[in-house]
């Protein structure tokens, strides 16, 4: 017997909205198996407003209303049957936050959770992470946004320890992080990857994904440092427009990846790491799987 039901994703981050559609097929006597069917990417970038002015605009509030009553009707014509709409950094910190939460239930029917660092990453953990991670290795991994990064120490297939920081891509471009961020991070992983040999960082979030899918190394295969650094370099050398026109980057990902580079060598360089692993997953997918399992509270359509 059988069964394929959908469930969707909302992960509005500090960068970007997201809309993910998985397949949830059971069949009897094997495992249920996770595939994504359909992902809706839209560049509203709300960390803009709230890092600088701590409130979302007018006009990105109507973005996210428009948004959000797209992404209602694309479930229905999907048939999703649950779903669960998580907001980030962004929209934790915006002084309007809420009543923009309260207007899209109003105006689209999608309840939105505004989630804490640790939930984010404790839903992020529930990937299937298990596949790229072997039992004898140590990790680093760390998820970027545009408002905050979630770093996870994990050892022996089982999490040792997790933070959120706030240093992402928006707040890095807008000059928000101080230098005592920085130094509390290097600090953090000094003191929790200390007494682990040959660590190695596991990497998520659109940035690292393009950055691996630029590489054309295979699904598994990890960057090395010195690609990083040396790809790092490589997009300094271009200016803005150059890396939209010669680089084929979208407008929204041109500026936010060399921040995002930024961090994961700082978290490879600190944790002594040679090697990031890109398993391409990231809080979306965790939303589906915490739905499957009932771990989180969901809506249905």
């Not at 394929?4 to 397949?23: E, P, T």
């Not at 996770?34 to 109507?62: C, H, M, W, Y």
């Not at 239930?105 to 839903?123: F, L, Q, R, V, Y």
């Not at 529930?126 to 998820?143: G, I, Q, R």
Request: proline letters at 2%; charged letters at 25%.
């Amino acid at each position: 017997m059988l069964s394929i039901k959908k469930y969707a994703a909302i992960d509005i981050g500090s960068n970007a909205v997201r809309l993910l559609i998985s397949n949830i097929i059971e069949q009897k006597g094997k495992p249920v198996q996770f595939k994504k069917n359909s992902l809706v990417r839209v560049p509203i970038r709300l960390g803009a407003d709230v890092f600088l002015k701590n409130r979302i605009s007018k006009e990105n509030t109507q973005r996210m209303l428009d948004t959000m009553l797209a992404f209602k009707l694309l479930m229905k014509s999907h048939r999703v049957v649950k779903y669960k709409a998580c907001a980030t950094s962004a929209m934790r910190e915006s002084a309007n936050g809420q009543m923009i939460v309260d207007m899209v239930s109003e105006t689209a029917g999608i309840n939105i959770d505004i989630i804490g660092g640790e939930e984010e990453a404790a839903i992020i953990a529930a990937t299937d992470l298990n596949k790229f991670v072997d039992p004898n290795k140590t990790y680093l991994y760390v998820d970027v946004g545009g408002g905050s990064t979630e770093f996870t120490v994990i050892d022996q297939g089982k999490q040792v320890v997790s933070r959120s920081f706030k240093i992402g891509t928006v707040r890095l471009l807008n000059d928000m992080v101080k230098n005592e961020d920085w130094q509390d991070l290097r600090h953090w992983i000094a003191h929790n990857a200390q007494g682990y040999d040959n660590i190695s960082v596991m990497g998520s979030g659109g940035n690292i994904n393009k950055i691996f899918k630029i590489s054309g190394k295979a699904l598994g295969k990890p960057l090395s440092y010195f690609y990083m650094t040396s790809y790092y370099n490589t997009l300094q050398s271009y200016s803005y427009e150059e890396r939209i026109t010669e680089l084929d980057l979208n407008q929204d990902r041109a500026d936010v990846i060399i921040p995002a580079m930024r961090i994961y060598l700082s978290a490879m360089k600190w944790s002594g790491a040679k090697n990031i692993y890109v398993p391409k997953i990231g809080l979306a997918d965790g939303i589906i799987k915490s739905i499957y399992y009932d771990t989180v509270s969901s809506n249905t359509q």
